[in-house]
């Protein structure tokens, strides 16, 4: 893994930059050699004033929430179905595979192949 990118759906300003400056340092980072594992602990438990829930788990923060991914991502039983593909083109969330499809559980977009 060399590159992470990191988008807060369609909006803009200072939040968006923030992240997309967290995706940029994680990226050298992690061509730098630095392993994941330390990433997700620094990152991991981060809060902000206004945490979100997302299937049932809090998430405390956007770098909170980057770790969460990054652990799914690096995790030695991570399998296929259900993998991480990109952004929905509706909302921008994420865009997962399952059973042939792609398919965001956000907003119910899906494509199928």
């Known amino acids: 893994m060399c590159e992470v990118f990191a988008q ?3 909006t803009g300003g200072c939040a968006s930059s923030q992240i997309e400056a967290a995706g ?3 990226s050298l980072a992690l061509r730098s050699g630095v392993k994941a594992e330390a990433i ?3 990152l991991a438990g981060i809060r902000c004033p206004s945490p979100s829930w ?3 788990v809090m998430v405390l923060s956007c770098p909170d929430a980057i770790a969460r991914v990054l652990k799914y ?3 030695s039983t991570f399998a296929e179905s259900g993998s991480i593909m990109g952004v929905c083109p509706d909302c921008s969330g994420v865009l997962t595979h399952q059973e042939g499809c792609l398919v965001c ?5 899906s494509k199928c192949s």
């Open 8 to 10: 807060m759906g369609k």
């Open 24 to 26: 940029r340092l994680i």
């Open 40 to 42: 997700i602990k620094q």
């Open 54 to 56: 997302q299937n049932g």
């Open 73 to 75: 991502r690096t995790d």
């Open 105 to 109: 559980h956000s907003c119910g977009y």
